[in-house]
């Protein structure tokens, strides 16, 4: 299947800081990225979906001006937690999608947030 | 509403044994259906999908699947689960519609606990 990597695994910051994740699908172009959060034992919340070239979509409760999404490339889609809080620790996992077709999407290996 | 249920927070079984992890799902339009697994601090990674055609799908790691249009169900099964198998487990329906954007909906996760 597809490879995409998300950049940095693990990150620890300091409140009030920002924090950029990156993620890049490997070996195709993916004209459709989804950031997804997850707590503990629980299932993925879908924050937003990032187009190419566009601007991305929020589900409703999620704060755009807190989690900046782009989506520049075809390969790359980066996530900013700005001005970052406790409880924004959590993990964060990006999948990318053509939707072209009947795809799957394929997921990362995850991005553990801490704020301390 | 678009939703997926998996009504088992937990599944038990013993190495060798079958496994059923359930899933049912409330969709408009025709459902794409996946399989996803999640190992600790992992991403999730695919196991398969139903799109359309034979109602049994063979995926990865001996994973099967069988869509039930009538019960509106994609259990997922293998017939002698190994320790390996141990993970968490997710249920996902993608619905296309007007407002196709690949989105996918996910349930809420069974723990898969093989004991040797």
């Known amino acids: 299947g597809a490879v995409v990597s998300q950049h940095p695994s693990r990150v620890i910051c300091k409140s009030g800081t920002s924090v950029k994740i990156e993620c890049r699908s490997l070996d195709f172009q993916a004209t459709t990225m989804f950031w997804y959060r997850q707590f503990p034992k629980k299932s993925l919340m879908l924050m937003a979906t990032s187009n190419e070239g566009s601007k991305a979509t929020y589900e409703q409760g999620v704060e755009k001006d807190k989690f900046l999404i782009n989506h520049a490339s075809l390969t790359l889609s980066t996530l900013t937690v700005t001005s970052a809080h406790p409880e924004d620790s959590s993990f964060y996992i990006c999948?990318?999608?053509?939707?072209?077709?009947?795809?799957?999407?394929?997921f990362g290996p995850g991005t553990r947030l801490t704020v301390l | 509403a678009q939703s997926v249920a998996q009504p088992e927070d937990q599944v038990n079984v013993a190495e060798g044994n079958p496994l059923t992890v359930k899933c049912t799902y409330s969709v408009s339009g025709n459902p794409y259906l996946f399989w996803y697994v999640q190992y600790p601090n992992r991403g999730l990674q695919f196991l398969l999908k139903?799109?359309?055609?034979?109602?049994l799908v063979k995926g990865s790691y001996g994973f099967e699947a069988e869509f039930n249009k009538s019960q509106t169900s994609f259990h997922l099964k293998k017939p002698s689960a190994l320790v390996s198998d141990s993970a968490l487990y997710f249920c996902a329906v993608r619905a296309y519609g007007s407002s196709n954007t690949g989105k996918l909906i996910f349930g809420q996760g069974t723990t898969l606990q093989v004991k040797p």
């Open positions: 139903y799109i359309t055609g034979d109602n």
């Open positions: 999948s990318a999608g053509d939707l072209a077709g009947e795809h799957e999407q394929f």
